[in-house]
Nanobody
Framework: QVQLVESGGGLVQAGGSLRLSCAAS????????AGWFRQAPGKEREFVAA????????YYADSVKGRFTISRDNASPTVYLEMNSLKPEDTAVYYC?????????????????WGQGTQVTVSS
């Protein structure tokens, strides 16, 4: 079991930046692949980014590629999502998740553990 807690959300103007953090307790996060997802009101939860255990393999959704950066510090252990050039359509609750296995999953059902989410609101 691993417990995940997100932080760093907030209100930002379009074009601004935020850095989300996902802190882990329980079994070390370094044992898992980590991902970020988001869910806007009335929409399904969607994949944002994933990173493997070592941080060498990373995958992004097309909608955030070039603007968002996922990274991890296994010593903390913490996973980060640096979000730049934010747009109003990035507004959502952002969730950190963890999974076993080797595949960088993009489907929410592939992930075993979830945080409670942190709200990101981008104003136009």
């Amino acid at each position: 079991q691993v417990q995940l807690v997100e932080s760093g959300g907030g209100l930002v103007q379009a074009g601004g930046s935020l850095r989300l953090s996902c802190a882990a307790s329980g079994r070390t996060l370094s044992s898992y692949i980590a991902g970020w997802f988001r869910q806007a009101p009335g929409k399904e939860r969607e994949f944002v980014a994933a990173i493997n255990r070592s941080g060498e393999r990373i995958y992004y959704a097309d909608s955030v590629k070039g603007r968002f950066t996922i990274s991890r510090d296994n010593a903390s252990p913490t996973v980060y999502l640096e979000m730049n050039s934010l747009k109003p359509e990035d507004t959502a609750v952002y969730y950190c998740a963890a999974k076993g296995g080797l595949r960088l999953g993009t489907g929410p059902r592939e992930y075993d553990f979830w945080g409670q989410g942190t709200q990101v609101t981008v104003s136009s």
